[in-house]
């Protein structure tokens, strides 16, 4: 399987308080647009197809969110690990009020799915 992860976010944050937010959540440390953790890196990165509009209105809105994050897992990780870590970072962004939305090959082992059909979207 792919463990290669992207998670849409819409939060109102710029983006140094999103990979703020993101390193108090995971533990991690904050590398000026991407956070290190021990199960892996999270990049954090401006949408250049945000539209605030298309979000709300399209089927597939999210993909029009402020940011996105890419992620994968370090080396040595096992992959329940990370997929569970991936899992616990996606909860916590709805717990800050961000609307989140996984995009992976392991949606269905996420919470929620990975937020797709979530009401919080």
Do not use: H
């Not at 904050?30 to 953790?37: A, G, I, L, P, Y």
């Not at 990780?77 to 090959?105: H, M, N």
């Not at 996420?110 to 979207?121: D, I, T, V």
Request: net charge negative; proline share 5%; charged share 30%.
């Amino acid at each position: 399987m792919n463990l290669f992860c992207k998670i849409f976010v819409d939060v109102d944050l710029p983006k140094e308080g999103l990979v703020q937010k993101i390193a108090d959540c995971t533990s991690g440390k904050n590398e000026r647009w991407s956070v290190r953790t021990n199960w892996g890196e999270i990049d954090v990165v401006n949408n250049e197809d945000f539209d605030e509009n298309r979000a709300i209105q399209e089927p597939d809105g999210f993909l029009f969110y402020r940011f996105y994050l890419e992620m994968e897992p370090e080396a040595a990780v096992p992959e329940e690990v990370y997929i569970k870590s991936v899992g616990t970072l996606l909860s916590d962004l709805w717990d800050l009020d961000a609307k989140a939305v996984a995009a992976c090959d392991f949606e269905e082992s996420l919470p929620m799915k990975g937020g797709y059909n979530s009401p919080r979207r």
